[in-house]
């Protein structure tokens, strides 16, 4: 994290709802996991963003949850 202001962007975008299209919702899964300084999870997210045609809808559901589950 570079600075609280980048966290507090991440935050705002992701409050505004901006997770409407799939790309936003990994924008915001990409902050969010920068947010709890995983960066290695943010480079995995990176990848899945351009293999995006390979998942399902459930699959990113399930994968919500999980990021959601472990946020808590």
């Known amino acids: 994290m570079k600075n609280k ?3 507090r962007n991440c ?3 992701h409050l ?3 997770r409407k299209t799939i790309k ?3 924008y915001w899964l990409t902050c969010m996991v920068k947010i709890k ?3 290695y ?3 995995l997210i990176r990848k899945m963003h351009l293999d995006i045609m390979t998942f399902s809808l459930k699959d990113l559901k399930n994968l ?3 990021i959601e589950l472990k946020m808590l």
Do not use: A, P
């Open 11 to 13: 935050l705002n975008k």
């Open 41 to 43: 999870k943010t480079f």
């Open 16 to 18: 505004c709802g901006l």
């Open 37 to 39: 300084k995983e960066y």
């Open 5 to 7: 202001k980048e966290k």
């Open 64 to 66: 919500k949850i999980l």
């Open 24 to 26: 936003s919702f990994f």
